[in-house]
């Protein structure tokens, strides 16, 4: 579809009706035991990437990038450590070209901030997604101890992809559903996928 964003991921690009549109922003939701990263370092091979991480270091992310063999471009990866994570993620974004992605990886850090604060960062997030017609993926981690501010998250995000990794045996499923996506004709079945050395369709098992 024409306006369409790639997120060079051939078939999440396929069942998205090309890719996503300038502006939208994505909640990724997924197990901290999941090879989840995966696609996260597969959206950088698109187009200029912010990459922010809250938890692991610049080093560590530049490393696994390095290790990775999914393609991937070069990010500009940003670390946050500050006393106000909001504040500070908020500076960075406000320094997003046009066109370009947004990656926060993760968002569980900046989901325990106050309620208040949080949702006032959110709209400030998707302003400037939709300023720059950039996209955003905040990818957060499921869980026991999932931050109250997830449900904001979740609502504000146009659209939600949920990866789910269930071990059967001696084979790993990984199954992503997009089961909200507003800004229209959002796939209605799951993806299987293929996680190991890249993102790929798991061919080995139909397509649930």
Request: hydrophobic fraction near 35%.
């Amino acid at each position: 579809m024409a306006g369409r964003l790639k997120t060079g991921i051939d078939v999440l690009d396929r069942k998205l009706d090309g890719g996503l549109p300038p502006g939208c922003v994505v909640a990724y939701t997924a197990e901290p035991a999941s090879q989840s990263e995966l696609l996260l370092y597969e959206l950088t091979a698109a187009r200029g990437t912010l990459y922010v991480s809250t938890e692991r270091s610049k080093d560590v992310i530049e490393h696994s990038f390095a290790a990775t063999q999914a393609q991937v471009g070069s990010p500009t990866v940003r670390h946050i450590d500050a006393d106000d994570p909001l504040e500070e993620t908020t500076r960075l974004i406000g320094a997003l070209p046009d066109g370009a992605n947004l990656i926060i990886d993760t968002m569980d850090v900046l989901e325990r901030a106050s309620t208040d604060a949080y949702v006032e960062f959110l709209n400030a997030l998707k302003a400037r997604m939709v300023e720059t017609g950039s996209i955003a993926l905040l990818h957060c981690l499921k869980g026991r101890a999932e931050p109250e501010n997830r449900t904001r998250t979740e609502h504000l995000a146009d659209a939600v992809f949920d990866l789910r990794t269930n071990v059967e045996g001696t084979e790993i499923e990984n199954h992503l559903s997009i089961p909200k996506y507003r800004v229209g004709g959002g796939p209605n079945e799951t993806i299987k996928l293929e996680l190991s050395e890249r993102v790929e369709i798991d061919t080995s098992r139909d397509i649930a």
